[in-house]
């Protein structure tokens, strides 16, 4: 079955840029939305955005000035770019496929990125 | 946008049955019908248990289940078991900002 596996760094400075891969096995990326969506520690769910196997994408308005997702149907993967970060982006990211509108039905363990000098 | 409202905790006796309520405006779970609920267990990644206000994924326990009034949306969980303890988020599509989540309710099961 479809798995979605996220790796990057954990531990990114203060005005530095936050990259994350997330790679998908088991079925092909040329289909689907892929999204990612973070949870501060102790905290709620916030979709950050989607890419679509085309390459466009869709960003939340409160983020859309510092990400960029992007795909690479080749690798069979899509990536989250995040710039200017600070300890308010200190999160555990996850990547998600959708199933149909605003729903994700597959995704990835999370992984923990921390944001400190 | 803000976060839809839900309840931050409720709590069950084993086999019982709960109900989770998730309250936003006529912009998303009133105007559409793409409300979906997640489980999360500590140190996990949510789970889709819900989708598109009543639709059950397959190998989801049909002891979940979904439904939509107005502007609220609620998950009922019947024959409540030690494994149901865990959060719950409910989400819907938005004009807004593509899909907005509630602020989670911890389920206690006593």
């Known amino acids: 079955q479809v798995q979605l596996q996220e790796s990057g760094p954990g531990l990114v400075k203060p005005s530095e840029t936050l990259s994350l891969t997330c790679a998908v096995s088991?079925?092909?990326?040329?289909?689907?939305?892929w999204n990612w969506i973070r949870q501060p520690p102790g905290r709620g769910l916030e979709w950050i955005g989607y890419v679509y196997y085309s390459g466009n994408a869709n960003y939340s308005p409160s983020l859309n000035r510092r990400v960029a997702i992007s795909v690479d149907t080749s690798k069979n993967q899509f990536s989250l770019k995040l710039n200017s970060v600070t300890a308010a982006d200190t999160a555990v990211y996850f990547c998600a496929r959708g199933v149909t509108t605003a729903a994700f039905d597959i995704w990835g363990q999370g992984t923990m990125v921390t944001v400190s000098s | 946008q803000s976060a839809l409202t839900q309840p931050a905790s409720v709590s069950g006796s084993p086999g019982q049955s709960i109900t989770i309520s998730c309250t936003g405006t006529s912009s998303d779970i009133g105007g559409y019908n793409y409300v979906s609920w997640y489980q999360q267990h500590p140190g996990k990644a949510p789970k889709l248990m819900i989708y598109?206000?009543?639709n059950r994924p397959s190998g989801v326990s049909n002891r979940f289940s979904g439904s939509k009034s107005g502007n609220t949306a609620s998950l009922t969980i019947s024959g409540l078991q030690a494994e149901d303890e865990a959060d719950y988020y409910c989400s819907s599509y938005t004009t807004s900002t593509y899909v907005v989540f509630g602020g989670g309710t911890n389920l206690t099961v006593l």
């Open positions: 598109d206000v009543t």
């Open positions: 088991g079925g092909s990326i040329s289909a689907y939305f």
